[in-house]
């Protein structure tokens, strides 16, 4: 099992930014890829960015070129930079763990292949 624990969200105006961090710890085995989704009120759980283990890494269209995912295995963080934020950006965000290897970009597509969730840190972002 892995436990993962988000920290850094908050509200900012629209064209600001905030650092998504996510704490790890439990076997390594379990964090081949790894993953921020996000979820705002009344829509679905969809996938903003993942990263494997050979650091391989992938961002949805609407985040592509403002949001940045980087993973430090020395301090065993998951880290999600937001920069130019929006008020669609607005969501509990979700840091997630899978033990699948493969393209980020097809494994986001697909919660179910993550087993291990955080809690959620909410991201407000207020025109």
């Known amino acids: 099992q892995v436990q993962l624990v988000e920290s850094g969200g908050g509200s900012v105006q629209a064209g600001g930014s905030l650092k998504l961090s996510c704490g790890i710890s439990g076997d390594p085995v379990n964090t081949k890829t790894m993953a921020w989704f996000r979820q705002a009120p009344g829509k679905q759980r969809e996938g903003v960015a993942g990263i494997n283990s050979e650091g391989s890494t992938h961002l949805i269209g609407s985040v592509k070129g403002r949001f940045t995912i980087s993973r430090d295995s020395a301090k065993n963080n998951l880290n999600l930079q937001m920069n130019s934020l929006k008020p669609e950006d607005t969501a509990v965000y979700y840091c997630?763990?899978?033990?699948?290897?493969?393209?980020?970009?097809?494994?986001?597509?697909?919660?179910?292949?993550?087993?291990?969730w955080g809690q959620g840190t909410q991201v407000t972002v207020s025109s």
């Open positions: 997630a763990a899978s033990r699948a290897f493969g393209d980020p970009k097809i494994l986001v597509q697909i919660p179910g292949l993550f087993e291990s």
